[in-house]
């Protein structure tokens, strides 16, 4: 979910229009240019399905990253299973064609596609290279012929690429995710790239911004909310706060949105829950902005938070509020507009947990170099018995370094029966959290220096004597975090919220009798409701994880309205929303072109070239915008890539006007 870069630019032309009335013809009458029309704003938006192309790949990310040249009318897509770039022919968009893809193993050795971005005529590759712990490249090509303009070397994994609006910069965000041991995490970093230097092969064409700046400064961001929490020595006792990573290395930039006037953009750190702000002259990170947490307690902000809630196990829909359990918003993409002179940033709330090692057995045996998982069930977390019956199943090695058990803090959790000493029904499957996905790594009590606090599993009172390898010692958690806040948010250039989608998605999903599924929105949504993108249609399979999961948005403007278009990642299909008052953003519409939710598509995964045609679109992760005046057929579209399908899907945005 990379930010459209074509988008960016054409937000800022007068004559950005979703209809295709006349947008640029002369009058042939004279000499002069015939007066600008300015563009009719619709008073609604829908989506319809006009045509898609599949790479025939079920399961292997063979269509990620969505990028549109108008010019040439190619589309770009990322196939992650290729490591390429696939190129489609676009002129007719209800049959796009595959005509060509770009590898990049001649400018680094097994080297991959991860992103790419579009800005008149020029198209923008970000690419990993093998180890992804290495140095990445950026690369520029001609998006008529291919041709190679001009690249270089950039941060570690550099993981999504952005043109700024006045075209003169490219962004990457170098993610600097570790190796699957923790044993290389390489620092994260944001790069600034000159797009006339790289073309002329100038040797100072990039420029870093790195968070070096803020080590030493963890306890303050933390303090603030900023999730710094990775290993500094994953071999190395976790309980003792000193052994955590510099900012530098814990921080790590996914996404990036650009102002309109080129000079600020705004970078996620998924998993650090924060923002980072870029001052794009100077190559500079000038803020680190925690973005706080979604309190599930409250009204408007309830969660299904189980698969299996149930009789016997069975899957059942229980979207309600859970008084001490905080959502992280962790979004990934994220995209910038502008609301009489202020920037407004729309974040998608997918959220996401290290889980490095976790197929690797002997972490699991007991070597704790060899990973770093936080992500622990809330049943097994809290067992009377303690973390050791997990041993060699799916404890974490690092949690066990804290304390031999952990306890619910009876002020927040006695609403489930939990006591001092018990957990009580806060564990069980049906009608409670047992199920829940959470991170080990906050929520416990702690000392003065970030140390947790040890309590006695059988009197649940602080004892100061106690130490982690004591059978009786036990965390007491106040407070259970949850993997992202299943909506989209509104945030102002400073981090502050501004709106929250709240429980909207998962409500629309289970109980809105205007939700349908299908290229024909002839399913119900109920009956597949939070189901897994992967699998047969299997209500509720996703509840006790991320729920619906948004991962993907893009903005398009049309006449006077901007409108947020999110790609919901697990249950699949586009939500659409009027952004143009980011106080107040109002539902437009839903489309989910999966056709196929009874069967299961792993079934048919050795011929998903034939048998998967009936399957449509499955696992959105990437959306861009073509406004009409860029479009083949006149009208507004959107390009959906789905990682899981295999398929490049393109929508049509019907307007209606009030006249």
């Not at 309190?295 to 509020?321: F, M, T």
């Not at 507004?636 to 209606?656: H, K, P, W, Y």
């Amino acid at each position: 979910m990379r930010i459209n870069a074509t988008l960016l630019s054409a937000m800022l032309l007068v004559s950005v229009a979703g209809c295709s009335s006349s947008n640029s013809h002369k009058d042939h009458q004279g000499d002069s240019p015939a007066p600008v029309v300015k563009p009719q704003t619709p008073e609604s938006v829908s989506l319809s399905f006009v045509g898609r192309y599949s790479a025939g790949v079920f399961g292997q990310s063979a269509a990620e990253i969505t990028a549109y040249d108008r010019d040439s009318q190619r589309g770009f897509v990322v196939n992650a299973q290729a490591g390429k770039l696939d190129v489609l022919d676009l002129s007719n968009p209800a049959e796009p064609k595959k005509i060509d893809e770009l590898g990049v193993t001649d400018i680094a050795p097994n080297a991959v596609v991860n992103s790419v971005a579009v800005l008149d005529g020029l198209v923008a590759v970000a690419i990993e290279s093998s180890p992804k712990t290495s140095p990445g490249f950026v690369a520029l090509y001609n998006a008529a012929d291919l041709t190679r303009l001009g690249s270089a070397q950039v941060g570690a994994q550099p993981d999504m690429v952005t043109f700024t609006p006045d075209g003169k910069y490219l962004l990457l965000a170098n993610e600097g995710e570790p190796n699957d041991d923790y044993s290389i995490d390489p620092e994260g970093s944001v790069s600034v790239v000159d797009v006339a230097k790289l073309r002329a092969g100038e040797v100072d064409a990039v420029r870093t911004a790195d968070f070096r700046a803020f080590n030493g400064k963890e306890d303050e961001l933390r303090a603030q909310g900023v999730r710094i929490y990775g290993p500094a020595d994953n071999s190395a006792d976790y309980a003792d706060p000193a052994n955590r990573a510099s900012a530098a290395r814990d921080l790590e930039p996914e996404y990036i949105a650009v102002a309109e006037d080129s000079r600020t953009a705004w970078v996620t750190l998924q998993e650090n829950n924060a923002l980072a702000r870029l001052d794009v002259e100077s190559a500079t990170i000038t803020a680190i902005l925690p973005l706080g947490y979604k309190d599930h307690g409250q009204p408007g902000n309830a969660l299904d938070v189980s698969d299996e809630d149930g009789v016997d196990g069975a899957a059942y829909v229980n979207i309600r509020k859970w008084p001490g359990v905080m959502g992280m918003y962790q979004p990934d993409a994220i995209a910038a507009y502008t609301v009489a002179g202020k920037t407004y940033l729309v974040t998608v709330n997918e959220g996401d947990a290290r889980a490095w090692g976790e197929d690797t057995q002997a972490y699991w045996d007991g070597d704790a170099s060899k990973g770093f998982v936080e992500e622990f069930r809330v049943k097994h977390l809290f067992h009377t018995s303690g973390f050791e019956r997990r041993a060699g199943d799916d404890m974490p090695l690092q949690l066990r370094q804290l304390a031999a058990g952990a306890l619910l803090d009876p002020t927040v959790f006695g609403y489930c029966g939990a006591t001092a000493t018990s957990s009580g029904n806060c564990r069980a499957d049906l009608e409670s959290l047992g199920r829940l996905n959470v991170t080990w790594t906050m929520g416990y009590k702690t000392n003065a220096d970030g140390s947790p606090k040890l309590f006695h599993k059988d009197t649940g009172a602080e004892d100061p004597t106690l130490t982690a390898s004591d059978p009786n010692s036990r965390l007491m958690y106040d407070a259970l975090y949850a993997y992202g806040a299943r909506s989209f948010s509104i945030f102002d250039e400073d981090g502050t919220l501004v709106w929250d989608s709240g429980d909207a998605f998962e409500r629309f999903l289970a109980e809105s009798a205007e939700c349908k599924l299908g290229t024909s929105r002839a399913i119900d949504c109920a009956l597949y409701f939070n189901s897994g993108h992967d699998e047969a249609g299997t209500l509720d399979s996703r509840s006790d994880a991320k729920g619906p999961e948004p991962e993907a948005v893009t903005l398009g403007r049309l006449g006077d309205k901007v409108f947020a278009f999110i790609g919901l990642e697990r249950m699949g299909g586009v939500m659409v929303y009027d952004v143009t008052n980011p106080r107040d953003p109002k539902f437009m519409d839903y489309l989910n072109t999966r056709d196929n939710w009874a069967d299961d598509p792993e079934a048919v995964e050795a011929n998903w070239a034939t048998a998967g045609q009936d399957f449509g679109d499955l696992g959105p992760e990437g959306i861009v915008f073509i406004p009409a005046t860029d479009s083949p057929t006149g009208e507004a579209l959107l390009m959906v890539g789905n990682e899981v399908s295999g398929t490049t899907a393109i929508f049509q945005i019907d307007q209606r006007f009030a006249n």
